[in-house]
């Protein structure tokens, strides 16, 4: 409905900038887990409200909206969101999968998945004679995630689309590393969009919360009964404090940004670091196909000591960044990929994804950027004593 305007515009005159009823501008918290039925033969928009509850449905409509797509659905987690989606599966059923997927997503289709007998083959998304190789006649979805976690690379969602329409397959891509201000995957031809709503939309650490996007009626129909038979819906408290969180979600994106992109092209000239991945780098591979899919190269960048024992000493003595799992908060969050994210994935595998021992994650949040190079630097000197 808010086509004609801006992004950032769009984030706050959507269809529920104010109450139709109270005239509140900001969406009631409707808690009410039943809905009064004022007819005995037609029922009303709300039933029982694991179906639908106003203040659930506002944050559906608006991320359905800002994704270009024409329904959303609001999960209690970003795993949520993706394990119900998986369920429009069906058992006998293949799935082609990025091999550095997101660690819960792969936890959940090499153990979860697998045990209803439906099946995976991790490729190199990058790598589009491999993905097309490992396309079965039971292939019914191909799976990305760009950029990817923790090593930055790049996939061409265009290409792959069509490589699996040609199969009739489905795509679904997680987008939560960028969100919809920087890349719409509708638009580019994938079926389901999967968000950890935990990260950037939210974007103030406060709240877990998962969401997914659908263009087609039919595909949306599906999910609405998935959505409605799991039961696994997003609370309204939590679906409020999204709906918060995503009116600041451009200038947060923009800042958060331009900073990853100064520090990125800082801890480049460092001789203490061994690698820098983060796509708005000149080196990196993925570099144009980025630019070309999105508005921005993000705000998550991660860079490689030669060893443990460096990137430990640089944790320990870094005094800015909360160092912890998760990422697209307001603060700017550091990680370590192997006992974190990638915890739950083999030590070969891990490795052999590029998710070395030496390897930080590094979203960088809303500090002042010459404060947080100011802070590395002390850091770095440290590995030196
Ligand atoms: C965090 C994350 C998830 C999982 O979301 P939760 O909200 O933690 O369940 C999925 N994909 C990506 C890329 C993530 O960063």
């Given at each position: 409905?808010?086509?004609?305007?801006?992004?950032?515009?769009?984030?706050?005159?959507?269809?529920?900038?104010?109450?139709?009823?109270?005239?509140?501008?900001?969406?009631?918290?409707?808690?009410?887990?039943?809905?009064?039925?004022?007819?005995?033969?037609?029922?009303?928009?709300?039933?029982?409200?694991?179906?639908?509850?106003?203040?659930?449905?506002?944050?559906?409509?608006?991320?359905?909206?800002?994704?270009?797509?024409?329904?959303?659905?609001?999960?209690?987690?970003?795993?949520?969101?993706?394990?119900?989606?998986?369920?429009?599966?069906?058992?006998?059923?293949?799935?082609?999968?990025?091999?550095?997927?997101?660690?819960?997503?792969?936890?959940?289709?090499?153990?979860?998945?697998?045990?209803?007998?439906?099946?995976?083959?991790?490729?190199?998304?990058?790598?589009?004679?491999?993905?097309?190789?490992?396309?079965?006649?039971?292939?019914?979805?191909?799976?990305?995630?760009?950029?990817?976690?923790?090593?930055?690379?790049?996939?061409?969602?265009?290409?792959?689309?069509?490589?699996?329409?040609?199969?009739?397959?489905?795509?679904?891509?997680?987008?939560?590393?960028?969100?919809?201000?920087?890349?719409?995957?509708?638009?580019?031809?994938?079926?389901?969009?999967?968000?950890?709503?935990?990260?950037?939309?939210?974007?103030?650490?406060?709240?877990?919360?998962?969401?997914?996007?659908?263009?087609?009626?039919?595909?949306?129909?599906?999910?609405?009964?998935?959505?409605?038979?799991?039961?696994?819906?997003?609370?309204?408290?939590?679906?409020?404090?999204?709906?918060?969180?995503?009116?600041?979600?451009?200038?947060?994106?923009?800042?958060?940004?331009?900073?990853?992109?100064?520090i990125a092209k800082w801890l480049q000239t460092r001789e203490e670091v061994k690698a820098v991945y983060y796509p708005g780098l000149e080196n990196h591979p993925g570099k144009n196909i980025q630019e070309q899919q999105s508005k921005s190269h993000g705000a998550v960048l991660s860079f490689e000591f030669p060893s443990r024992f460096q990137a430990k000493k640089f944790v320990?003595?870094?005094?800015?960044?909360?160092?912890?799992?998760?990422?697209?908060?307001?603060?700017?969050?550091?990680?370590?990929?192997?006992?974190?994210?990638?915890?739950?994935?083999?030590?070969?595998?891990?490795?052999?994804?590029?998710?070395?021992?030496?390897?930080?994650?590094?979203?960088?949040?809303?500090?002042?950027?010459?404060?947080?190079?100011?802070?590395?630097?002390?850091?770095?000197?440290?590995?030196?004593?």
């Open positions: 409905m808010s086509e004609q305007y801006h992004i950032q515009t769009k984030l706050l005159h959507n269809s529920h900038k104010v109450h139709q009823e109270t005239g509140a501008v900001s969406v009631p918290i409707h808690h009410s887990s039943t809905f009064h039925q004022y007819s005995f033969d037609s029922f009303g928009d709300y039933e029982y409200a694991r179906g639908s509850n106003p203040t659930r449905k506002a944050l559906e409509d608006v991320i359905a909206d800002l994704e270009g797509g024409t329904r959303g659905f609001a999960f209690p987690s970003g795993m949520a969101a993706i394990s119900t989606a998986f369920m429009l599966l069906s058992k006998g059923d293949h799935i082609v999968i990025t091999e550095d997927v997101y660690g819960g997503t792969y936890r959940f289709v090499t153990e979860v998945l697998e045990k209803y007998g439906i099946e995976h083959t991790f490729v190199d998304m990058t790598n589009h004679e491999e993905v097309e190789k490992h396309i079965n006649p039971n292939t019914k979805l191909v799976y990305i995630e760009t950029p990817s976690n923790p090593t930055l690379k790049i996939t061409d969602i265009k290409k792959i689309v069509a490589i699996a329409k040609t199969h009739n397959c489905l795509t679904f891509c997680d987008n939560t590393f960028l969100t919809p201000v920087f890349q719409r995957p509708l638009d580019l031809g994938v079926d389901v969009v999967l968000h950890s709503a935990t990260k950037f939309l939210g974007g103030h650490s406060d709240v877990m919360a998962g969401l997914a996007v659908v263009k087609d009626v039919e595909i949306g129909r599906r999910l609405a009964f998935l959505h409605n038979a799991f039961g696994s819906i997003l609370g309204v408290q939590d679906s409020w404090i999204v709906l918060r969180g995503i009116k600041t979600l451009q200038v947060r994106m923009n800042a958060s940004s331009q900073s990853a992109m100064t320990e003595n870094v005094k800015l960044p909360v160092f912890a799992v998760s990422l697209g908060a307001v603060e700017t969050i550091l990680s370590y990929p192997a006992t974190m994210s990638h915890g739950s994935m083999p030590e070969e595998e891990r490795l052999k994804r590029g998710i070395s021992d030496g390897l930080l994650r590094l979203s960088v949040g809303l500090e002042d950027v010459n404060d947080l190079i100011e802070d590395f630097e002390q850091a770095l000197r440290t590995l030196k004593d």
